[in-house]
């Protein structure tokens, strides 16, 4: 018989399966698989026939994340990097179109093909964080010339194209050579890429296990697929199927058929949940009052709609909340409690806030305004990111100096010379992105931001990248709104006003956000032994088409909602403009000082408690310190956008403990489905606004006003 009637399926030295040439017994069958199971290929780059798929796919992917983060981040401020979604439904789409024809294009996707697809993805869909979409341009909107000295300022379409361009590319340039530093000498352990690499390796069946450097076990994967192949065989030779067909015709009977069974399951998965949470947005569209469901009246408890307490039964929120975890939302959940249920009605019973009517509002003095329930919890918030920020980074300050103090060796590099960035194609780049950030920001505010304020910023953007970078690749956390607030700060001591104060926290934002992006996305590559240089190629694709995306998403919701009303109140935008004010104006709600300052000192040594344990105690502490930033975003948003995600997150819990295996398989697939669902209907739900189709208010027909429900 020919292998092809025999063999194992056969794609590319990039994929998972291979053919097998030899007809002798199952050991050797085995041993044969598993010496041709690679995670390199030393000849991969990005311009292969899959890899240019996957570029495209992967910006297809990330372009409908790029939307959804636009939608979710105009609404609570939270933005998804999106890898290991990126990662699962890239895989999935190859998969699909590869059902018939196993060897055509879609057949010989791989493991190192679906690093550059997430890669590519998460470029694209971050932007509307990097960019400022979801927190500084709504704030560049909020201006008041009253006030501020400065008239709102709304971008056209073409200064944001522009202001995107002139954000999307130094941070990226800028993470290259801190590869080498984070990576190779300090073995940062990056929890999201690490976990990418993990899913990745899973799905194409590639080894799981890796040591504590990131290299993977080589005996481990051996005694790993020596068990599968014989825990398969064993099940065929019970019901005498391994003597008719064969060792090779088990093998490939297993993987035509089981293999596809489960993934059929995973995509009913997919469909069901993205199906169920679509349905709920179109309910939220229909029937506007289903969006915030007020359980205080239901149960005659007028305390808790006051206060923001009552249930937006949004899927995707449920979605976000399983993949955050419950450590994130228990410490959202409890500054929701804090904010919401304690300092604020102390805060209005004591006189020093105040509810203001829409006829207030247009009569209230600036420290009115200034001085409402939300804004005075937000500065307490605020409080806490700072000094969170400004002691996390000191102390990353610290273990910098120290690391490089020692001087230790860069470990091997798996990548081959070919395979690196080249150094002139990165100074080049830096050089030219830094001169096109000075150039473009000053012109789009007809040169009212000083171009050496924006040198400045672009060289605290590097400072504050490299902290940022340290951070994410030990607590898989960015604390980027933390190091564009202390940009602030610092440029409000060089006379900087608030329009400058923005632009600078931007581009710091900027900075952080691309640098720590790309350097997950090296490490994924490094624990499958990818190409550095193709990673950056992605990033590089997907940074461009995220600046048309994100300007596109943007000017699809701020054309049918008003930004800074419901649904959209663009929370972090108040953050960014109530800083900048504060820096500038002094303008502080009243009796508010004592309570930043306890909460920021409460804020500041959390950091500190957590660096000063010892590592076999971490684990404990972590469970009993709340998270900082979960705990501030939890402060200044409604509660009605945290109880969903808190709900997530116990069903998370529970879904574990009570069908690991179910849980494996599905977990991810079902979340990723509730927050695409709502995501991508929201585009649907803009075109229904748009076109002015009617929806029902408590039972009668009324058409939406322009500004939003």
């Known amino acids: 018989r020919s292998p092809q009637a025999t063999g194992i399926t056969n794609m590319s030295r990039r994929g998972s399966r291979f053919w097998s040439e030899s007809e002798d017994g199952l050991m050797k069958e085995y041993d044969s698989l598993a010496e041709k199971i690679p995670v390199k290929n030393e000849d991969y780059d990005a311009f292969t026939s899959t890899g240019i798929m996957s570029v495209v796919i992967g910006t297809l992917v990330g372009g409908l994340l790029c939307f959804s983060n636009t939608y979710f981040g105009l609404q609570t401020g939270w933005v998804t990097m999106g890898s290991l979604q990126s990662s699962l439904l890239g895989f999935g789409i190859f998969k699909l179109f590869a059902i ?60 944001m194209l522009i202001w995107a361009l002139a954000l999307c590319f130094f941070g990226v340039f800028f993470a290259v050579p801190l590869r080498k530093q984070a990576i190779l000498r300090e073995k940062l352990k990056f929890p999201s890429g690490t976990a990418t690499a993990q899913m990745i390796k899973v799905l194409h069946k590639c080894p799981t296990n890796v040591d504590s450097d990131g290299e993977e076990d080589d005996s481990a994967r051996e005694s790993m697929n020596l068990a599968l192949v014989e825990e398969r065989s064993s099940l065929m030779k019970e019901s005498g199927f391994a003597e008719y067909m064969g060792i090779d015709s088990i093998m490939k009977y297993y993987e035509e058929n089981l293999d596809e069974t489960l993934w ?8 069901v949940s993205f199906g169920a949470s679509a349905v709920i947005t179109l309910l939220f569209y229909f029937i506007p009052v289903t969006r915030n469901l007020p359980i205080g009246t239901w149960i005659h408890v007028p305390f808790l709609v006051t206060w923001g307490w009552n249930l937006t039964p949004s899927l995707s929120y449920v979605g976000q909340g399983m993949i955050m975890g419950l450590h994130t939302n228990v410490s959202m959940l409890l500054g929701a409690i804090t904010g919401w249920a304690i300092l604020g009605p102390i805060s209005v019973n004591n006189g020093w806030s105040k509810f203001l009517s829409k006829t207030e509002m247009d009569t209230a003095t600036s420290i009115q305004k200034a001085s409402q329930p939300s804004n005075w919890i937000l500065w307490i918030a605020l409080s806490i990111l700072i000094c969170e920020a400004i002691t996390g980074l000191l102390i990353l300050v610290i273990k910098v100096v120290h690391s490089l103090a020692k001087r230790r060796p860069a470990a091997h590099d798996p990548a081959l010379p070919h395979q690196l960035v080249p150094t002139w194609a990165w100074v080049s780049g830096l050089v030219a992105s830094c001169i096109l950030c000075v150039v473009l920001i000053p012109s789009i505010f007809n040169w009212k931001v000083l171009w050496y304020l924006v040198v400045f910023s672009l060289f605290l953007s590097f400072i504050v990248s490299i902290l940022a970078v340290k951070s994410l690749g030990e607590t898989d956390l960015n604390p980027v709104s933390g190091v564009g607030k202390i940009s602030q700060i610092l440029v409000a001591f060089l006379g900087a006003d608030i329009l400058t104060s923005l632009v600078s926290g931007a581009i710091a934002e900027a900075g952080a956000s691309q640098a720590g992006d790309l350097m997950q996305d090296l490490k994924t590559a490094h624990i499958l032994k990818a190409s550095p240089r193709a990673m950056f190629i992605g990033q590089m694709v997907g940074s461009i088409s995220s600046i048309f995306f994100s300007v596109f998403a943007y000017k ?17 935008a108040n953050l960014w403009l109530d800083t900048a004010r504060a820096l500038r104006h002094k303008e502080i709600p009243h009796s508010v000082i004592p309570f930043c300052i306890a909460f920021g000192i409460i804020g500041g040594l959390l950091p500190i408690i957590e660096a000063l344990v010892p590592v076999k105690h971490k684990k404990k502490i972590h469970w009993i310190l709340p998270n900082g930033i979960a705990f501030a975003i939890g402060m200044y948003i409604t509660p009605n956008w945290t109880i969903p995600r808190f709900i997530g997150a116990l069903i998370n819990v529970i879904w574990k403990k009570g069908w690991k295996q179910s849980h494996l398989n599905y977990m991810i697939i079902v979340a990723s489905g509730f927050v695409l669902g709502e995501g991508m209907l929201s585009i649907l739900t803009a075109g229904f606004k748009a076109f002015g189709i009617p929806v029902w208010d408590i039972g009668c027909v009324s058409q939406q006003s322009s500004s939003g429900h």
């Open 556 to 572: 699809m919701y701020s054309t049918i909602h008003t930004i800074g009303t419901p649904p959209f109140t663009a929370p972090t």
């Open 100 to 159: 018939r024809n196993r060897k055509n294009l879609f057949g010989r996707f791989g493991p190192l093909d679906n690093v550059l697809l997430q890669t590519t993805a998460v470029a694209a869909a971050t932007m509307p964080l990097a960019g400022g979409f979801v927190g500084i341009i709504p704030a560049f909107n909020k201006l008041d010339l009253k006030r501020d000295g400065i008239a709102p300022f709304e971008l056209s379409v073409w200064n």
């Open 264 to 271: 059929q399951k995973k995509w009913t998965a997919l469909g």
